[in-house]
């Protein structure tokens, strides 16, 4: 990994890449890679990244970064949409 990491760093060198420009990009990169195995949630991406939620949120928010992609596009219905089990029906009456 670290041979290719180099391998990247000298052609970003090699083609004007300021170094700032080259940490904003691999920290936006390696954020959306970690809030994309975790399916967007990012209580779970904090924790994996060893930051604060509110942190991640900054870094989101100043990066730009899109995540509504990253969500799952299905939803779990609200409770007053979601079915009652039978058993609760039973209850209820």
Do not use: W
Not at 58 to 87: G, K, Y
């Amino acid at each position: 990994m670290k041979e290719q990491l180099e391998k990247l760093v000298l052609q970003m060198y090699r083609s004007g890449v300021r170094y700032s420009q080259a940490v904003r990009e691999f920290q936006s990169i390696f954020v959306l890679t970690v809030l994309r195995e975790q399916r967007a949630n990012q209580v779970r991406a904090a924790q994996k990244l060893g930051m604060h939620r509110n942190t991640l949120r900054r870094i989101i928010r100043n990066f730009e970064l899109d995540i509504r992609p990253l969500r799952p596009s299905t939803r779990r219905p609200a409770l007053s949409e979601r079915a009652v089990p039978v058993q609760m029906k039973a209850k209820a009456t």
